[in-house]
């Protein structure tokens, strides 16, 4: 693990303020940190540790990192683009936000409810360490937003049927801490949920559900952060910036990336993005789901009460209408009787159309000359904000906080070079 290799990257990664401290205290290890320019202090570790090193960056060439203001552009105003944008505005950056409905940031009625929570697996592959990491990172990005409309009430995945119970039974051996999830019986479900339940399951206590709308558009309300209702309609690059030609006029940018779901095609060569139809059915508040606390997931999921609503979910179909289907509501129902059984009045619906790739891993990163962050299907309310703070770290040129084997699985390309 302490090779030379390493100790030389974390120099060139520091600063001159730069510390580290690390319970690693054998000769190699020092040799190691003092030939890549550290200082090295021995000294008292903690519990049944003997030592530990401490030290910092003793380089007198090296700067602290200075981030240069630059004028961006983002491209789409859904979770992707407005969580980039709240991340680049908070570093000083002028960044300027576009799209074509303004409706999607006033319109609280349309899906007003995203579900945060991880699809974890026991297996360790990039798609498994990018659902753990991005959950663990959104959950965190959210609460630090002070935001109403984020709610951290935890959420339940009932165990509900043998697939289900020998997943979850996987992740309880593969994990014992129990501070990413604990094991609840049928009964202790109920009691946390609030409504009685046929199966128990497993619980996420940092895991919530927000209003994506209204999040976005107190992200939006930021300094340094502009919004425009156009629509963008060609990309050139002029003189190492980009020039952005939109439906009211032309504007000039040092970095530009594209946050624009299923459309990205229309202004990059970039494959492997498709579409998925979703639809909610929105059910009145009955004495079968009155008391429930917290969303509720299994082949679907239920939402706890919202202005006299649930938000019942969702389906996932290539049809491509973007009318209510009743046999889409029968579905969602059919799905909802599974978690809690009952009689259940539809009183309206939704539908949308999800940006997905064949991987389920979102299109993230650099393209050429500009950055992409799109395809993130049903999953973008964890992966959208972890896709954003690499692309700001990218834009920025600071040390990346993801591993290179999720770098290239997230790759925007990686679909044009199987073509």
């Known amino acids: 693990m302490w090779s030379q290799q390493v100790f030389d990257r974390l120099i060139k990664s520091s600063h001159r303020d730069t510390t580290f401290a ?17 200082s090295v202090n021995l000294s008292k570790g903690f519990g049944n540790k003997k030592n530990m090193l401490s030290g910092k960056n003793q380089s007198s060439s090296l700067k602290k990192n200075i981030i240069r203001s630059k004028r961006i552009g983002i491209i789409g105003a859904g979770l992707a683009g407005c969580s980039l944008a709240k991340i680049l505005s908070l570093r000083g950056h002028e960044i300027t936000v576009f799209d074509k409905k303004a409706k999607n940031l006033t319109d609280y009625n349309d899906n007003p409810i995203f579900i945060l929570y991880p699809r974890l697996s026991a ?14 990172y959104s959950s965190k990005f959210y609460a630090q937003l002070n935001s109403k409309y984020w709610n951290q009430t935890g959420v339940l995945l009932i165990n509900f049927d043998e697939q289900t119970n020998k997943r979850q039974e996987s992740l309880l051996r593969t994990r014992t801490d129990k501070i990413l999830f604990q094991k609840l019986s049928r009964e202790r479900a109920s009691e946390v949920t609030g409504v009685n339940l046929k199966y128990g399951g497993l619980f996420f206590p940092h895991a919530g559900w927000l209003n994506p709308q209204a999040v ?34 032309s504007y000039l940018f040092e970095r530009l990336c594209l946050c624009t779901s299923y459309d990205t095609f229309k202004l990059t060569d970039i494959r492997g993005v498709n579409k998925k139809r979703g639809q909610i059915s929105l059910v009145k508040n009955n004495l079968n789901l009155k008391n429930l606390k917290i969303p509720i997931c299994g082949q679907g999921y239920v939402s706890p009460e919202i202005s006299g609503l649930h938000v019942v979910g969702s389906t996932y179909s290539d049809e491509n209408s973007n009318k209510i289907l009743l046999k889409d509501h029968n579905e969602n129902i059919s799905k909802l009787n599974r978690i809690i059984e009952g009689n259940y009045l539809i ?9 997905t790739t064949p991987d389920r891993l979102p299109l993230s990163g650099s393209k050429e000359k500009f950055f992409v962050n799109t395809g993130h299907g049903s999953r973008g309310t964890s992966s959208a904000p972890f896709c954003s703070q690499y692309i700001a770290d990218l834009i920025d040129n600071l040390p990346l906080h993801i591993e290179s084997e999720i770098i290239n699985a997230l790759s925007p390309t990686r679909f044009n070079k199987q073509s």
């Open 22 to 38: 690390t319970f690693s205290s054998s000769k190699s290890v020092i040799e190691s940190i003092i030939k890549s320019g550290f």
């Open 123 to 136: 297996f360790n592959n990039p798609y498994a360490k990018f659902s753990l990491q991005s959950y663990l």
């Open 216 to 249: 976005c558009k107190e992200m939006l309300d930021s300094p340094n952060i502009s919004f425009k209702e156009e629509d963008i309609l060609e990309i050139k690059e002029n003189d190492k910036k980009f020039l952005i030609n939109s439906s009211k006029e």
């Open 347 to 355: 009183q309206d619906g939704w539908v949308g159309i999800r940006a």
